[in-house]
């Protein structure tokens, strides 16, 4: 390998160790390209954006889930690798602990190692025939109303047949990675990220028998909002949004250009699950 990416949380920890690896890196003969982070939350789509050099053999990220989707828009559609390193709160997208990153880095830089697609989610937003936005998302888009807002009223079709018209205080739709993020917390089921599916998940429904509900990949999905609908958010992977109303169409399916995650050889989904759910006494 001669040029890596690197992706650190603002943060003193994380940004000492990215320093250390850094010098390490380039004790190697390892050309460094550093990308500033941007503070969390969401900003306008649209906004502009530098991606990563196509020159980059890897990208390590040095954060948690909010910094690794950060990193993952600044790939875009490249097919460039990228591994996560925890420095945050509990996540499943930085798999790394901190004490493990030079082994895990040897490893790498010795090309041992696999990786696993990733599906990600392709959304566009037409407002009176004109696309307004378009964006690919790792985890998920999320449409919901502001607090001082009525129930959201989501016109729901799938391939053009309409399927349901979910009142609530939002909808969440996701990718297999993306449910155990949002998803899980509003109620929906954890989806391993090898099946082919999109997951819609209504936020306090109105409807009780509005449940989660699994489409398959292959499906493209259409929301509008119901005549005079306002206050209404629509983000992308909770790095940028912007304000819709009943004049916007969003649809949404799969990407041409999934995500390739770096696995260790002796990473199991399943004991991460285990651990940061903590099942059966497991610890995170």
């Not at 050309?31 to 649209?46: A, E, Q, W």
């Not at 449910?179 to 998940?201: E, N, Q, R």
């Not at 909770?238 to 260790?264: A, Y």
């Amino acid at each position: 390998m001669k040029k890596i990416g690197l992706v650190v949380k603002i943060d003193t920890e994380a940004g000492r160790k990215a320093d250390e690896f850094e010098n390490w890196l380039r004790s190697r003969g390892i050309d460094v390209v550093r990308k500033k982070n941007l503070p969390s939350g969401p900003r306008m789509s649209g906004s502009k954006i530098s991606y990563a050099p196509s020159d980059l053999d890897c990208v390590f990220v040095l954060g948690g889930d909010g910094t690794f989707l950060s990193a993952v828009r600044w790939i875009g559609d490249q097919n460039i690798p990228i591994i996560g390193i925890k420095f945050g709160e509990v996540g499943f997208l930085a798999e790394i602990t901190e004490d493990s990153l030079f082994y895990v880095a040897e490893t790498i830089l010795s090309k041992e190692f696999v990786t696993t697609s990733r599906m990600r989610l392709l959304v566009t937003v037409i407002r009176e025939k004109a696309e307004i936005a378009r964006e690919t998302v790792l985890n998920d888009i999320v449409i919901n109303k502001s607090a001082l807002a009525t129930l959201a009223n989501i016109k729901t079709y799938i391939n053009d047949h309409y399927l349901t018209t979910y009142k609530a205080d939002g909808l969440i739709v996701s990718t297999p990675t993306g449910s155990t993020a949002y998803s899980l917390a509003a109620g929906g089921p954890v989806v391993h990220p090898a099946v082919p599916g999109i997951i819609m998940t209504p936020i306090c429904p109105f409807t009780l028998t509005n449940r989660p509900l699994i489409v398959p990949d292959s499906v493209f999905i259409k929301f509008k909002l119901a005549k005079g609908a306002s206050d209404i958010m629509l983000t992308f992977d909770g790095q940028l949004g912007f304000e819709i109303d009943d004049r916007d169409t969003i649809i949404v399916q799969k990407g041409q250009h999934p995500v390739n995650m770096i696995n260790m050889p002796d990473q199991h989904y399943f004991d991460e699950l285990k651990a940061k759910l903590r099942w059966s006494g497991g610890r995170v």
